[in-house]
Each structure stands twice: as C-alpha cells, then as structure tokens.
C-alpha cells in the first residue's frame, strides 16, 4: 500500500532533486504557441521542463521561463543532444544553451542510442564537469546499451528517458535502472492519447472519481518513474498534476500491470522496438 504523502521530487545520483512531475513540449511549435504553453504550464505549477534541439522550441521555453522572473533555481530544465547533427558535439550543446538563454541546464541527454555512443558520452562527461549541465543521462536506451555505455569505467546516466505507461510496462528495464540507481523517466505516459479510452484504465478510474489521464501518471510515480505529459490545454494541465491527492492500491497497480501489450507509440520506441528493454 503506498502512502497517500507521495514525495513530488526524486534525488538524482548527482544529489540534486528532480520533480516526479514535469511537462513534455515536444510537437509544440517555437513562437507565440509555445511561449503560451509554457507561461500556463508555470502558472498552474510545472516547473520540470523536457524539451530537445530536435523539438525546435528551445528558444521559446527559454523566453517564457525569463519572462515568468522565477528564479532559474527554481527549474528543471532538460534538453538532448540533436540525434541529427553530430559534428561537434560542444557545439550542439553550447547552442541549445544559448537558445534556452540560460548558464546551464538541469539534465542533458542523449536523445536515443545510434553509434559513437561513447565518444559522445566523454564529451558529456566534459560538460557535466565543467558545470553547464547538472546531470548528464540518456534516452530510449536498453539494458544493454546502458551496459555498453558504461563499461570501461564510463559515468553511469543519472536518467534513462523512455516510453513507459501501463501498455508498455518495461519491468525488466525498470529493475535494473532502479537497481543501478538510475532515474527511469516516462515519455509518452499517456500513450499519445491513443490508449486514454481504454474500457479498464476508465473503470480504475471511475472507481477513484479520477480521470483516465490522472491514473496512468499516477502509475508512473507510483512505479518511481518520473513522468512527462504533454497537453496545450491549461485545463488538462490541471488534471495531469493533480495526482497527488490519491494512490492507487496494490489491487489496481497489478490490474494496470497486467495491461503490458508491449504497445510501443512514439515514433523512435516502434524503431527501437523490443530490443529497448
Ligand atoms: N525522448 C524521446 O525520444 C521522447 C519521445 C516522445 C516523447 N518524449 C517526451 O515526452 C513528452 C510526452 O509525450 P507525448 O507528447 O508524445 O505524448 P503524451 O504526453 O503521452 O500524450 C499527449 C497527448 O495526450 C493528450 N492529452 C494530454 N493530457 C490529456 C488528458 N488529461 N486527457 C486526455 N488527453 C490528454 C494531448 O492532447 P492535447 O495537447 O490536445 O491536450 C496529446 O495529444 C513529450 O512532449 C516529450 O517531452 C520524449
């Protein structure tokens, strides 16, 4: 039985904290559009922001988060690597950071696995030691590129962002970043809203007087998974961060383990494929 008081923040292996909770821009246009997104997600409490070079919004989450004169302290921002665009590393990064407008970002990640893997880890471990990204992770990556990644006395990945939800419950990946103390994060946790009016995930959710969105990201927490939804309605992102008023019973987490169909949404998961497990 989980407590009802569930800690809003995870303790990455670096020792800074990293909120359970944060706000997936990707498909949100740079401009007006996501300067709009942003200034609501702020205004009803995300301060977890996962944007990527390959997104094109950097520049926008950066305005809205200097507009907002919150103090930078007070965010998380990550940002990946261009999977595209692997001249210089250095490069890449010291541009996104330029975008964003800030002296450093919370979290840099390698966007998923493609080959110089290492080569482009040495690079991250350089900038994470110089200080302009907190902690320095990876994305879409299995167990054996993890393992790959870090032989040879490699730094182990403070994250692993991958697709996680209900119908792609990753257990074996999940047990072994835990067990390695890395921070397992959620990309599409709400299925793209593709599997949102799942019969099964409305009657859980029914029973909680919840909605369908609020019990999927409560798995994901539930699960220790930091999760990152993504919507452009100030309502929804309302309902995504109200999931801390409840848990779910052990009952209904093994109903909503046993819906795995190993449904990979996202375009790069269906890539990946099985081998990301
Ligand atoms: N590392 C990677 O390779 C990778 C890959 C994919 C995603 N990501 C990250 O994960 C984030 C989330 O993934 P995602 O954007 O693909 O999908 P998602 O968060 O699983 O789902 C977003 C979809 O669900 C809808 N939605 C949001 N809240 C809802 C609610 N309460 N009720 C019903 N529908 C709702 C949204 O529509 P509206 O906008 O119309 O509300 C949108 O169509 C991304 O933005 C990105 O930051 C990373």
Redesign the pocket.
């Known amino acids: 039985m989980v407590s009802l008081v569930f800690s809003k923040v995870k303790t990455l292996r670096t020792g800074d904290s990293m909120p359970v909770l ?7 246009p740079n401009g007006i559009k996501a300067e709009k997104v942003v200034r609501e997600a702020l205004e009803v409490g995300y301060r977890l ?4 070079a ?2 094109g919004n950097e520049q926008s989450l950066g305005k809205a988060i200097r507009k907002s004169g919150i103090p930078r302290e007070e965010f998380f921002i ?1 940002t ?1 690597l261009h999977p595209f665009r692997l001249l210089s590393i250095e490069r890449a990064f010291f541009q996104s950071l330029k975008k964003l407008g800030t002296d450093y970002v919370d979290l840099y ?1 390698i ?2 696995p493609f080959m110089r893997t290492k080569t482009v880890w040495n690079i991250f471990e350089r900038i994470q030691k110089k200080g302009y990204a907190k902690a320095i992770g990876v ?2 990556f299995s167990v054996h590129d993890i393992e790959s990644l870090v032989e040879n006395h490699g730094s182990v990945p403070a994250v692993n ?3 996680f ?1 209900p119908f792609l419950y990753r257990k074996a990946l999940l047990a072994y970043c835990q067990s390695k103390g890395i921070v397992l ?10 599997r ?1 009016a799942d019969p099964r995930v409305a009657s859980i959710a029914k029973r909680y007087e919840k ?4 019990i ?1 990201l409560r798995w994901g927490i539930q699960h220790g998974a930091v ?7 100030k ?3 309302k ?2 961060i109200t999931i801390f008023d409840f848990s779910l019973v052990d009952d209904d987490m093994e109903r909503l383990d046993s819906l795995n169909e190993n449904d990979h ?5 269906r890539v990946m494929g099985d081998r990301a497990i």
């Open positions: 944060g706000f997936g821009l990707y498909k949100i922001f996962d944007t990527a390959f997104y990550t990946k990640l966007h998923w994305s879409n962002q991958v697709e939800h994060e959620a990309h599409t946790p709400l299925t793209h809203g593709k949102i909605t369908p969105a609020q999927l999760c990152l939804p993504k919507t452009t309605s309502e929804r992102m309902e995504n949404i996202a375009g790069i998961s």
